[in-house]
């Protein structure tokens, strides 16, 4: 009975951790245990358990006398996402840019598939997101930390979900931009310029701020 308990609520959590990251699920968006039990045929308790971990993960919220909803963004939370990813990331990629076994087959693979989702269903579409998503997460597993990687792809989890959020069809200009700093890092690995890679992905970072403090 323990392991089917946790079965169900690792069911619910993904279900639910995946929708409030793809924005199906927007902040703000009440979670009621009542509800989400019917809709997933499921009982109260894996659902309950299930959103004290998405809260864990800062994708819920509870607020007391109103029950749980899904977490909203303030500049500050994505400020401080932002500066951790500066800081991790700048010396990650420096460090794997300097890697003398690093993969350039496998980056170049990756240059160019990034290079295409330009065209394939434009800046707007999932592939542009997933590629650039991509090149991050190839630096990471380039570095070979596990831990760090776990690390990251909870941040990542974050990342996705603003991107997603905040990205809006009509800012091509911020599209375009993101698409060249994307190449720089990419390039800047495949020339193993460390220097170079970690002047790419902050001012990449730093950039991408910038635009979120335009529109939120």
């Given at each position: 009975?323990?392991?089917?308990?946790?079965?169900?609520?690792?069911?619910?959590?993904?279900?639910?951790?995946?929708?409030?990251?793809?924005?199906?699920?927007?902040?703000?968006?009440?979670?009621?245990?009542?509800?989400?039990?019917?809709?997933?045929?499921?009982?109260?308790?894996?659902?309950?358990?299930?959103?004290?971990?998405?809260?864990?993960?800062?994708?819920?919220?509870?607020?007391?006398?109103?029950?749980?909803?899904?977490?909203?963004?303030?500049?500050?939370?994505?400020?401080?996402?932002?500066?951790?990813?500066?800081?991790?990331?700048?010396?990650?990629?420096?460090?794997?840019?300097?890697?003398?076994?690093?993969?350039?087959?496998?980056?170049?693979?990756?240059?160019?598939?990034?290079?295409?989702?330009?065209?394939?269903?434009?800046?707007n579409g999932k592939n542009y997101?997933?590629?650039?998503?991509?090149?991050?997460?190839?630096?990471?597993?380039?570095?070979?930390?596990?831990?760090?990687?776990?690390?990251?792809?909870?941040?990542?989890?974050?990342?996705?979900?603003?991107?997603?959020?905040f990205f809006t069809p009509n800012?091509?200009?911020?599209?375009?931009?993101?698409?060249?700093?994307?190449?720089?890092?990419?390039?800047?690995?495949?020339?193993r310029d460390p220097r170079r890679?970690?002047?790419?992905?902050?001012?990449?970072?730093?950039?991408?701020?910038?635009?979120?403090?335009?529109?939120?």
């Open positions: 009975m323990p392991n089917s308990t946790k079965s169900k609520k690792m069911i619910v959590y993904e279900n639910l951790k995946r929708r409030i990251i793809t924005n199906a699920l927007k902040p703000g968006d009440p979670l009621n245990e009542g509800i989400l039990s019917k809709e997933l045929k499921i009982s109260k308790t894996p659902v309950r358990e299930a959103l004290q971990q998405l809260e864990k993960k800062g994708l819920v919220e509870n607020i007391p006398g109103k029950g749980a909803f899904v977490s909203r963004f303030s500049f500050q939370d994505i400020r401080e996402l932002f500066e951790i990813r500066e800081i991790l990331e700048c010396e990650v990629t420096k460090r794997v840019a300097a890697k003398e076994d690093l993969n350039l087959e496998e980056a170049r693979a990756i240059r160019d598939k990034f290079a295409a989702s330009n065209t394939n269903g434009g800046r997101f997933s590629a650039g998503d991509q090149i991050h997460s190839f630096i990471f597993a380039a570095y070979g930390n596990r831990k760090l990687i776990r690390e990251y792809q909870g941040l990542q989890e974050q990342i996705i979900r603003i991107t997603l959020y800012r091509q200009d911020r599209a375009a931009k993101s698409f060249k700093e994307h190449l720089e890092i990419i390039d800047a690995l495949i020339a890679a970690e002047t790419a992905i902050r001012t990449h970072l730093r950039n991408s701020l910038e635009y979120l403090k335009t529109v939120i």
